[in-house]
T-cell receptor, first 117, second 117 residues
């Protein structure tokens, strides 16, 4: 079945440690996204990528890094510079982007919980 | 920048009663509007979306929403609530993002729907 796979589902980070969340999609989508979800705040965009080897900062990119070496994969690294990383992280993808095309549906993975210990 | 306001962080209804979840967005031309549902510990699933055409949009699981430009609203309704509808619901609007298209989603804070017998 086509979809977006995130792993691990639960991850614990020690102070000063970098951790990486995996995201793989087999939907043949060009665009991929990472969102952070905190209770009562909805979803906030961390990074997005329109195409392989290209990515852009979202609204809350500080303390995070990404790579897009393959179309199917968009891993997110939470670095030690992120002072409050405990949250639910959602990876997503969509077709496009194509010039002027709007309203594409964004599809989400099942999410990963990151907790600082 | 766009913003989305969901009135009521928690809504409780009886099984069989009308469900009404409110969403207002800041004015933009054109708006592309979405409702997503999130069950506990899972990713987001698209319920319905409005891009162009008919302002009353029907989605999955018996939900529908009506785009009212004059009120900048996109409220979600379901005539008869079912226990399985208990979840968190997010309204989202597209703003101009990538390659000139309106394909960057801005989310509301979410409304948690409880359904009691």
């Amino acid at each position: 079945d086509g979809g977006i796979t995130q792993s691990p589902k639960y991850l614990f980070r020690k102070e000063g440690q970098n951790v990486t969340l995996s995201c793989e999609q087999n939907l043949n989508h060009d665009a991929m996204y990472w969102y952070r979800q905190d209770p009562g705040q909805g979803l906030r965009l961390i990074y997005y990528s329109q195409i392989v080897n290209d990515f852009q900062k979202g609204d809350i990119a500080e303390g995070y890094s990404v790579s897009r070496e393959k179309k199917e994969s968009f891993p997110l690294t939470v670095t030690s510079a992120q002072k409050n990383p405990t949250a639910f992280y959602l990876c997503a993808s969509s077709i496009g982007p194509r010039q002027g095309v709007s309203g594409n549906t964004i599809y989400f993975g099942e999410g990963s919980w990151l907790t600082v210990v | 920048a766009q913003s989305v306001t969901q009135l009521g962080s928690h809504v409780s209804v009886s099984e069989g009663a009308l469900v009404l979840l409110r969403c207002n967005y800041s004015s933009s031309v054109p708006p592309y509007l979405f409702w997503y549902v999130q069950y506990p510990n899972q990713g987001l699933q698209l319920l319905l979306k409005y891009t162009t055409g008919a302002t009353l949009v029907k989605g999955i699981n018996g939900f529908e929403a009506e785009f009212k430009k004059s009120e900048t609203s996109f409220h979600l309704t379901k005539p008869s609530a079912h226990m399985s509808d208990a979840a968190e619901y997010f309204c989202a609007v597209s703003e101009k993002g990538f390659s000139g298209g309106y394909n960057k989603l801005i989310f509301g804070a979410g409304t948690r729907l409880a359904v009691h017998p």
